[in-house]
């Protein structure tokens, strides 16, 4: 086998413990891949980037603001369409927790943003394709992180940072 060469990416699902929401973007029906689903925030990273560097830029490009890394969610690997090595990306998610009230200011890459709870979210992420069920997995393991760990906890774990050099 072959050392691979992937695309990395990142994912944020920004939660808001004021009102315990989920922030969801749907994705512009411009974009070359899973055009109109409803994502957190995703990105790939630019070459020399790391997974946290990458983060806090798509959390700037995507929806203009700034959250605090809480834990990994997990990773993620899938093919951005046929299953061919320049459409392969591997990356990680990570659980953000947002404390402002600034509306997400929205890119091309989306055409609506919503703060949803968990319940609203998985009423919207109805349809069985790959990256619906992605997003409702990711929200699915923000859930079960928040009921095992407490907020101070992730806080402990967020002021180590991510990147082990």
């Not at 989920?22 to 020399?48: C, F, M, N």
Request: glycine share 8%; charged share 25%; hydrophobic share 35%.
């Amino acid at each position: 086998m072959s050392v691979g060469r992937f695309i990395g990416g990142v994912g944020a699902l920004l939660w808001r413990s004021s009102d315990n929401r989920y922030l969801l973007l749907q994705r512009s029906p411009h974009k070359d891949y899973a055009r109109e689903i409803w994502e957190p925030v995703t990105g790939r990273l630019e070459q020399g980037e790391g997974f946290e560097d990458a983060l806090y830029r798509e959390l700037q490009e995507e929806v203009g603001l700034t959250a605090q890394p809480l834990c990994i969610l997990g990773t993620t690997h899938f093919y951005r369409g046929k299953e061919l090595a320049e459409n392969e990306l591997i990356g990680v998610v990570y659980l953000c927790h947002y404390t402002g009230d600034a509306q997400p200011h929205l890119s091309e890459e989306h055409t609506q943003a919503c703060w949803l709870s968990a319940t609203e979210a998985f009423n919207l992420l109805t349809d069985a394709t790959p990256p619906t069920l992605w997003t409702r997995r990711v929200i699915e393991r923000a859930e079960a992180v928040r009921k095992t760990l407490s907020l101070e906890t992730l806080f402990s774990l967020a002021q180590q940072g991510y990147e082990l050099g």
